[in-house]
Nanobody, 125 residues
Framework: QVQLVESGGGLVQAGGSLRLSCAASGRTFSSYAMGWFRQAPGKEREFVAAINWSTSSTYYADSVKGRFTISRDNAKNTVYLQMNSLLPEDTAVYYC??????????????????WGQGTQVTVSS
C-alpha cells in the first residue's frame, strides 16, 4: 500500500495560482493511477483530475479543464496539481488518492487504495 501526504494549500486571491503536491511512500508508486479530489463545506467530494501510471493520459473535471494541470514525477514519488486562474468556487479541501484503476479514480468510484489527509485551498474574491 502507498501512504500519501498533501501540501501546498493556502489562501490566494481570485485569479491567482497554487501548486499542490502529494508525496507518496512505497516502492510501487509508479504502478498506481493518481487523482485529485476536493470537498467544499456542505458538498460531496468531487473528482478534479487524474493521471495514469505512465503519465501519458490525464483527465479533468469540466470545471477545471484549461485551468488545472496534473503531473507526476515517479522518480520523486510525487504527483502535482498546478492550479491557475483560481476562482472562489475552487475553495475546498483537496485530497489526493491512489488506486490501481484509473477508471475508478476518474469516475470517483471508490473505495480507493489510499487517500491523503487533505490540504485546504481558499480563494478569496
Amino acid at each position: 500500500q502507498v501512504q500519501l501526504v498533501e501540501s501546498g494549500g493556502g489562501l490566494v486571491q481570485a485569479g491567482g495560482s497554487l501548486r499542490l503536491s502529494c508525496a507518496a511512500s512505497g516502492r510501487t508508486f509508479s504502478s498506481y493511477a493518481m487523482g485529485w479530489f476536493r470537498q467544499a463545506p456542505g458538498k460531496e467530494r468531487e473528482f478534479v483530475a487524474a493521471i495514469n501510471w505512465s503519465t501519458s493520459s490525464t483527465y479533468y473535471a469540466d470545471s477545471v479543464k484549461g485551468r488545472f494541470t496534473i503531473s507526476r514525477d515517479n522518480a520523486k514519488n510525487t504527483v502535482y496539481l498546478q492550479m491557475n486562474s483560481l476562482l472562489p468556487e475552487d475553495t475546498a479541501v483537496y485530497y489526493c488518492a491512489a488506486d490501481v484503476s484509473i477508471l475508478r479514480v476518474v469516475t470517483n468510484k471508490g473505495p480507493f487504495t489510499s487517500w491523503g489527509q487533505g490540504t485546504q485551498v481558499t480563494v478569496s474574491s
